[in-house]
């Protein structure tokens, strides 16, 4: 199993809590880290047809299996469960009992808020990020390849073909799991909706628009969007909420939380074709973007980032709020430290002053620099801000 940085922040919930809750994507390695960090618990996956019908038609008498506790995942698939999970934990309240792992929000949290409030933590895991694959040995050699790679374990652990697992993974998952959560009639036209949003990362989004390309209407493409969103495919970013000019864009940024997931979508196979691609740039932000999430989330802490915009065109991709400063953080896929690529932070340290801390600028290039007060940070070398 390549080590998890949400190791460390799982099990100290563990002492404290008589449930757990671990979501995010599937396949994104939620059940290999439960899995390994609990080895003493006995497991259950409600995906297996008869173990959900067992847990289903005797909720009691499944649950009665595990005394001392167990890993069940994809529990949502049994939302019963989660009254009785209740029920076990208030007579029982021993922490690190249950451990459940979802790969959908809308079914988990739901049973979570319903019946475990209170009593469970809760874990979003996302794909692998670079301080992971840095630490596995495991980090590609180019920034490309990288962007290409995503982060999905399959594709490092087993050495696979990003392009085929990747194509794989959209007919599994993306067209079988997420369209029949909606109950989507017209395949072709849900499968050109992904591809517009995978299109449109790093955008800000325009759901009309959105919606009028796809053919659908403005309701439709917000609750798809909603759902692809609740699957761990996506972010919306907010725009930064503090007026510090009252001529700020208020639309939320779109990205896809794996770049090889969007470059897929994008018909992006290999490195060549990303090199000259009009959307590199975009994909290149969108990794920096999701990187600060992983990070984030793998320590428990709640997303708390947005960007900043105004109406001249000024925007800062990354507005982070850490111990009452904001953290300003730019990405460019340009490989040269030049002057117009700090131009935007440097409008952002005027109109935020004693507010603002110091300045990052992730980029493509090899080389640590600080010009103007602004860190420029070589990819490979970057840590995203906690």
Known sequence: ???RDASHTLSSLAAGYPVLAVTGPRQSGKTTLCRALFP???????EDPDTRQFAQEDTRGFLAQYPDGAVLDEAQRCPDLFAYLQRRVDEDPRPGRFVLTGSQQFGLMSGISQSLAGRVALLHLLPLGIAELRAGGLLPPSLDRLLLDGG??????????PAIWYANYVQTYLERDVRQLINVRDLAQFQRFVRLCAGRTGQLLNLSALGDEAG???NTAGQWLSVLEASYLIHRLPPHHRNFNKRLVKTPKLYFLDTGLAARLLGIETESQLATHPLRGALFETWVVSEHLKARFNRGLPANLSFWRDRAGHEVDLIIERDNRLWPVEAKAGSTITADASRSLLRWLDVAADAAAEPTLVYA???????????WIPWREWQPHV
Do not use: C, F, W
Request: net charge positive.
């Open 1 to 3: 199993m390549i080590p």
């Open 216 to 218: 659908v209407s403005h």
């Open 40 to 46: 003493a618990l006995p497991y259950a996956s409600l």
């Open 365 to 375: 290039g090899e080389h640590a620099q600080t010009r103007n007060g602004v860190k």
């Open 152 to 161: 999905y374990p399959p594709v490092h652990d087993r050495r696979l073909d």
